[in-house]
């Protein structure tokens, strides 16, 4: 991880098929209405982002090991360890799941051979990939591919803006209003990954063994969490924006091939390859980083070696991807699926954000870097927003 920044990593994890799928289908069917969701779950990202690169800066270690060594009574402890397993491993082979299917649909676009052989091929390519050594390189090639559909999102909603005819009906018209809730969970959940938490705390523990001052590391790392994090929400708001423009009041399809239309007013028939070209690379590289994580954060509580040749972590790694590959062998749509996976993970934000807080108000562990008055404001209106969004999806999960 040391070739690229905390930051990047972040923005790779969550430039994926869940945010390329959750945001087009959000543009296409609620037009602009929701991009104060994007905006809003922007600025929880950063928050939460920040307090795990804080924690892993002043402790030198990941969220996961922080967490245990605060629990100093036995039975506590071994509830906060399980419930991290459990939460990690469920949440990344959901994750998991959405990354091999986005990247199976960007390939189906292109290809015509059986998914589920697909799905097989790419989860073996998981496996063994990073047996291979670095995987910096291929990262820095599939997040370039990534930035580059972006940047073609965003000079494509550039053009159609002017003299869209659907104008109107992008900025005003609400085709599906009961689905509003739904994609609010679904852009949280896809925006604020879980596992991002864990990741970044890592990537960051490092650092504490380097050279300069605590205070001087941290602002070069709230620095990059800023421009990471900006990135990120400006990709997911060009995306849901040209959405908007280019589908919005037209008949919705729940399929790849009506969400690459957005890109034809630029491109033309053209745009359905680099469509399919992005989804490929945002679902590999996410696919890459998303059992990492996980290993990352379960080997810190169980006190594995966190190295990703050791037994321990390759094992956790290969039972993340494992799982995550069945449940892609569902018979679920691959955009239904993929929605469905941010969405539900929107409801472990609350979790996380309830664990960075104790973590972060452990004055002896976090060496003079403990959150303040206005951080720990910041940080339970995030639990608030995100608590109240949570259960009221529950609530119309269950009809309630």
């Excluded at 291929?138 to 580059?148: F, H």
């Excluded at 659907?166 to 949280?188: C, D, H, M, R, W």
């Excluded at 969490?225 to 708001?237: E, N, P």
Aim: charge should be positive.
């Amino acid at each position: 991880m040391s070739r690229s920044s905390p930051g990047f990593l972040v923005t790779a994890a969550f430039i994926g098929p869940g945010t390329l799928t959750t945001a087009s289908m959000a543009g296409a069917e609620t037009g602009l209405s929701l991009a104060w969701a994007v905006i809003l779950a922007t600025l929880i990202a950063f928050i939460l982002q920040e307090m795990a690169a804080r924690l892993g800066l002043a402790t030198g270690s990941g969220l996961s090991e922080s967490l245990c060594q605060h629990c100093h009574n036995r039975p506590l402890k071994y509830a906060v360890a399980t419930s991290i397993i459990i939460t990690l491993g469920v949440s990344n082979s959901l994750y998991q799941a959405g990354n091999l299917t986005g990247a199976m649909s960007g390939l189906s676009l292109l290809f015509n051979f059986s998914p589920r052989t697909g799905l097989i091929i790419l989860a073996v390519l998981v496996f063994a990939l990073p047996l291979l050594g670095s995987l910096a390189v291929l990262e820095d090639i599939l997040m370039a591919t990534v930035l580059l559909m972006a940047a073609i999102f965003f000079i494509t909603l550039m053009t159609v803006i002017p003299g869209a005819g659907n104008q109107l009906s992008a900025l005003s018209g609400v085709k599906e209003a009961g689905l509003q809730p739904f994609y609010i969970t679904a852009l949280l959940g896809t925006t604020v990954v879980p596992y991002n938490l864990f990741l970044h705390a890592s990537a960051c523990a490092p650092l504490k063994k380097t050279g300069l001052s605590l205070k001087h590391k941290l602002a070069q790392l709230r620095l990059d969490a800023v421009i990471s994090i900006a990135i990120g929400g400006f990709i997911t708001l060009c995306i849901l924006s040209t959405a908007a423009f280019t589908l919005a009041g037209k008949n919705t399809e729940n399929e790849f091939s009506y969400l690459s239309g957005m890109l034809y007013p630029l491109l033309g028939d053209h745009g359905r390859l680099l469509f399919a070209a992005g989804m490929i690379a945002a679902g590999l590289s996410s696919a890459l980083l998303a059992p990492v994580a996980a290993a990352f954060a379960i080997c810190g509580v169980l006190g594995w070696q966190s190295h990703i040749r050791s037994p321990g972590f390759y094992t956790v790694l290969a039972l993340v991807n494992l799982v995550g590959l069945i449940i892609s062998l569902t018979d679920y749509k691959p955009v239904s699926l993929i929605i469905f996976v941010q969405a539900s993970n929107c409801l472990l934000i609350p979790l996380m954000t309830f664990f960075l807080i104790i973590a972060l108000n452990n004055k002896q562990a976090m060496n003079g870097l403990e959150n303040r008055l206005p951080a720990n404001i910041l940080a339970i209106a995030a639990l608030t927003v995100t608590l109240f969004l949570s259960l009221n999806q529950c609530l119309k999960l269950f009809g309630l």
